[in-house]
């Protein structure tokens, strides 16, 4: 089911493209190396434009409706994973006095010292 929705979805996308992309702007857009200008011959100028507008505006409706649709019903839901966020441990809530004090495992080398090396 939920591939049949997302089918519909890419084919109602397709066509709102085409439609937008037939409409006539200032340049005269890709209406004219589409055939575009034909449709205007077909319905008139002025029913051409409003024709397209009007199909864009559905087409756009259907788009946000079906999407919104298959999010919140169809959509597969399984098992919820724990984001990388969510999985680390909290930080200590210990007051830093409080915290026990560490002491060096090794006496620290004063400035005179070189490490010895073992060959």
Avoid: C, H, W
């Avoid at 937008?20 to 002025?46: C, D, E, H, P």
Wanted: overall charge neutral; proline content about 9%; charged content about 10%.
């Amino acid at each position: 089911m939920y591939t049949v929705f997302i089918v519909v979805e890419i084919i109602i996308s397709v066509l709102m493209i085409i439609t937008i992309l037939m409409q006539a702007s200032k340049g005269g857009g890709l209406a004219g190396s589409l055939g575009g200008s034909n449709i205007g011959t077909v319905f008139g100028v002025r029913r051409a434009s409003d024709f397209l507008s009007k199909t864009t505006t559905i087409l756009a409706t259907l788009f946000m409706v079906l999407a919104l649709f298959i999010n919140l019903t169809v959509l597969p839901r399984g098992e919820q994973q724990e984001s990388v966020i969510q999985s680390v441990p909290p930080p200590s809530t210990l007051p830093p006095s409080s915290a026990p004090a560490t002491q060096p495992s090794q006496p620290a080398a004063t400035p005179n010292q070189q490490p010895t090396e073992n060959k």
